[in-house]
T-cell receptor
């Protein structure tokens, strides 16, 4: 079946620094990738949708200059949290969509900003 | 995409069937019902989906009412590893449609 690899699984960073999270579809090409954020005891909230080679579409309230998304190929999307602050601490999850496999999710990245 | 309503939490005894309900009274004709689950600190895992007919796979069965306004996910023999949050999602099949997650049902399987 389809596998989406998300890396790193856990990261701790200092306030003011940037963190990059990678999302790779391992054995298929993803037409679209999605980034979600999940705070403790809450549901997943969609942050942005990205298509290969074009600019990401951000959901209302998500700062595009703070959460930089690059989708350079059909198998790789990256999310960079710039100038991270403690309130950005959360569980970030990517999802890749393909015509064959539908939606496949990564295992998530737990970001802690100290 | 149509909104869904699920109970916040449910308990189930290990080895018994777990029946998780979902209401989606505003579902439209071309919208599918999807079920995902999320085990603690992991990404969501696909379980099953259907349009109007009942569906079964190795993980679960999906029963959709004739008017399609509600559905039930059935885990026939729940194990402790089935403890998770279960999300019922309704969406159309257009390429651009994302998955929108509601609150889900927190299923606790007890020994």
């Amino acid at each position: 079946g389809a596998v989406v690899s998300q890396h790193p699984s856990r990261v701790i960073c200092k306030s003011g620094t940037s963190v990059k999270i990678e999302c790779r579809s391992l054995d298929f090409q993803a037409t679209t990738m999605f980034w979600y954020r999940q705070f403790p005891k809450q549901s997943l909230m969609l942050m942005a949708t990205s298509n290969e080679g074009s600019k990401a579409t951000y959901e209302q309230g998500v700062e595009k200059d703070k959460f930089l998304i690059n989708h350079a190929s059909l198998t790789l999307s990256t999310l960079t949290v710039t100038s991270a602050h403690p309130e950005d601490s959360s569980f970030y999850i990517c999802s890749a969509r393909s015509l064959i496999y539908g939606y496949t999710f990564g295992s998530g990245t737990r970001l802690t900003v100290v | 995409d149509a909104k869904t309503t699920q109970p916040t939490s449910m308990d189930c005894a290990e080895g018994r069937a777990a029946n998780l309900p979902c209401n989606h009274s505003t579902i439209s004709g071309n919208e599918y019902v999807y079920w995902y689950r999320q085990i603690h600190s992991q990404g969501p895992q696909y379980i099953i989906h259907g349009l109007k007919n009942n569906e079964t796979n190795e993980m679960a069965s999906l029963i959709i009412t004739e008017d399609r306004k509600s559905s039930t996910l059935i885990l026939p023999h729940a194990t402790l590893r089935d403890t998770a949050v279960y999300y019922c999602i309704v969406r159309g099949n257009n390429a651009g449609n994302m998955l929108t997650f509601g609150g889900g049902t927190r299923l606790m399987v007890k020994p």
